[in-house]
């Protein structure tokens, strides 16, 4: 199984600011407040594409942020939302918070989508905070900042494009000239065990992941050699290059080892052999080569195959051969991919105990006031502004702040801490 993975940092939009604004119109002398409230930051949504294959579009860009909302104006006008920032990933990504580890969610299937930071809400224009004994109230709330952290995006797939063919033809060789994998290499059979993966980059927006598969021997259907297990990969890819020793210095003859690992595959399941398959006639730099080549493009452009000529040694080739897999693919249906991800279909959300909405501890004789109610409430208090600090005060003496830090032993003078803010306390 390939996992590709990529940090980002990702900052929802921060909500607009309320307006303090009173009505100034003609035949209206005194009018009341009418500023109105911020608009709703952008969230940040991660939403599966089915025709997506990689995590490539996230391994050079790491920072995205949501537009901001409007401020609110006045005549009680509310600010515009700020827009929600899509971004898009294959199916099978899971997406895990990095501070603490934690697993936020699986999106396996298409329509799945998940809003990973939330926008920061609105504040509330002056006109809201009119009472009975509060009619011309001229403070208003900040918009609240948006959610920000850094995440971790994993995709766990098999590959979209197998490398098949007899043991020591150059498939591992291939693939470490397409990709940047590094497989191990050496002149000896079944040199590979288990399947390596790498991804084809081919420009922007168009990878794939390329795996190079165990050799094949005759017997594999019954479980011969390594047959089972190389099977089992064979069957989740979509596009198969078969790679055939165009030389033939080991005394085979390629034309007669493609048949053979065909008959194999379809003996084993005759689906296989419908699966789209190109020719990469490797090794012909190789002067043995030359002998073999015109009856290997000959014999199987006449069963339909196409056959490219390629020096995975020499890098000859390779991009023209890499371009075909990808159209293949391209025009494989998409929501066959489906069936090559390791995972239910169901996505699955993990939440998690939310914190307190305020805890207070001492930090030697400074009362720290936290939690994500309280330090959310105090951004959207103007402390400058009076009506706005006793706005704040007479909230936390309902939510019981204050009997909490007199039963902790506050005295008048000592320093009480919300976020970055410090403030000493009277009674």
Known sequence: ??????RIHIIAGNGGHGAVAFRREKYVPAGGPSGGDGGRGGDIVFEVDAGMRTLMDYRYKKQYKAENGENGGSSNKTGKDGEDLILKVPPGTVIKDEESG?????????????????????????????????????????????????????????????????????KSTLLSVATSAKPKIADYHFTTI?????????????????????????????????????????????????????????????????????????????????????????????????????????????????VFEISAAANKGIVELMHRAYELLSAVDTEEQQENIEQSAEMRYYKFKEDEPYRISKDGKTFVIKGDWIESFMENINIEQDESLKYFQKTIRKRGIIDELKKMGIDDGDTVRI????FEYYE
């Open 1 to 6: 199984m390939f996992v590709d993975v990529a």
């Open 102 to 170: 934690r697993v936020i969610a699986d999106l396996a299937s298409k329509d799945h989508r998940l809003i990973a930071a939330k926008g920061g809400r609105g504040g509330r224009g002056n006109s809201r905070f009119t009472t009975s004994t509060r009619r011309a109230p001229t403070f208003a709330e900040n918009g609240a900042k948006g959610e920000e952290r850094k995440i971790i995006l994993e995709l766990k797939l098999l590959a979209d494009v197998g490398l098949i063919g007899f043991p020591n033809v150059g």
């Open 419 to 422: 976020g970055s803010i410090e």
């Open 194 to 306: 288990t399947p390596n993966l790498g991804v084809v980059e081919l420009e922007e927006g168009k990878s794939f992941v390329l795996a190079d598969i165990p050799g094949l021997i005759e017997g594999a259907h019954r479980g011969a050699g390594l047959g089972h297990d190389f099977l089992r990969h064979i069957e989740r890819t979509r596009v198969l290059i078969h790679v055939l020793d165009a030389s033939g210095i080991e005394g085979r003859d390629p034309v007669e080892d493609f048949r053979q690992v065909n008959s194999e595959l379809e003996r084993y399941n005759a689906e296989l052999a419908k699966r789209p398959q190109i020719v990469a006639a490797n090794k012909t730099d190789i002067p043995e080569a030359k002998d073999n080549i015109g009856r290997i493009v000959k014999q199987l452009k006449e069963k339909g195959y196409e």
